[in-house]
């Protein structure tokens, strides 16, 4: 194709797409004046939610220490290692008391994943491996505490870590945030298609705005059930919600 028949231009907002002197759209523009640039919605979307999460401050301080906890897991190696020879024992064993199911392609190993600060999509993969991954994450957790083989500084952090996760209040916005973004992400995915038309896209934002709104209004009661349930498989303590 011709650049001389282009007619629109979309992609993210980094510098080097959207640059007004030395951008991909600035070149293509110079080749091409009627190459409209119009900011990648999808893109958009992943920039607003990022913005509007960190308004709430419970949910920007879970990011904050998530990372802080995936950090302090996956810094080496060897403690990446460790942490998936304890998830391999972990699904192992739940195999072999008939609570997971086996067959190709179930089960797969994975890592941590590190949320980005622009794409809310990694936000939702770094949530999604961490709940999958957060007995292993423990365990290798409370193996540095106790190494004195390590420095100080690495118990201390560990510690830091165990003293985070290890509550009511982070698997509470853990799950919270699961169901937000499962919903969230679908959007962000159909946003991104090439098949996807302004009809499409707008009934995908109408459908969206929908199940946000029943997960808000009928979603507490199963959400707090998978939390306590979650909790108690985990052996977090519980606080009584009952009490004034």
């Known amino acids: 194709m011709s650049v001389q028949d282009i007619r629109g231009q979309g ?3 980094a510098s080097n797409m959207r640059g007004e002197w030395n951008g991909l759209k600035a070149l293509i523009l110079k080749e091409c004046p009627y190459a409209y640039y119009i900011h990648c919605m999808a893109h958009q979307l992943q920039l607003a939610l990022v ?3 960190r308004e709430v401050h419970e949910v920007h301080n879970f990011f904050q220490h998530a990372n802080f906890v995936i950090n302090v897991v996956s810094v080496s190696p060897k403690r990446n290692d460790e942490l998936l020879a304890n998830q391999a024992a972990k699904i192992a064993h739940e195999i072999e008391l008939g609570e997971l199911d086996t067959g190709r392609g179930v089960n797969q190993m994975g890592s941590l994943q590190r949320p980005g600060d622009t794409r809310w999509s990694s936000h939702y993969k770094s949530i999604l491996s ?3 991954m957060f007995a292993a994450t423990i365990s290798v ?3 540095i505490a106790n190494d004195r083989s390590v420095t100080q500084y690495s118990r201390g952090y560990a510690g830091g870590a165990l003293r985070i996760i290890f509550t009511f209040d982070f698997v509470f916005i853990l799950l919270m945030m699961e169901k937000i973004m ?3 992400d679908v959007l962000c995915q159909t946003l991104q298609k090439k098949s996807i038309d302004i009809l499409n896209a707008m009934n995908s934002v109408s ?3 929908v199940l946000l709104g029943e997960l808000r209004n009928e979603g507490w009661e199963s959400l707090l059930e998978e939390v306590k349930s979650f909790c108690e498989k985990h052996e977090i303590e519980i606080p009584d919600l009952n009490r004034k």
């Open 11 to 13: 992609y993210d907002g």
């Open 51 to 53: 913005a509007v999460s």
């Open 130 to 132: 961490l709940k999958k």
């Open 141 to 143: 957790l409370r193996n």
């Open 182 to 184: 499962k919903i969230t």
């Open 207 to 209: 459908n969206t705005k």
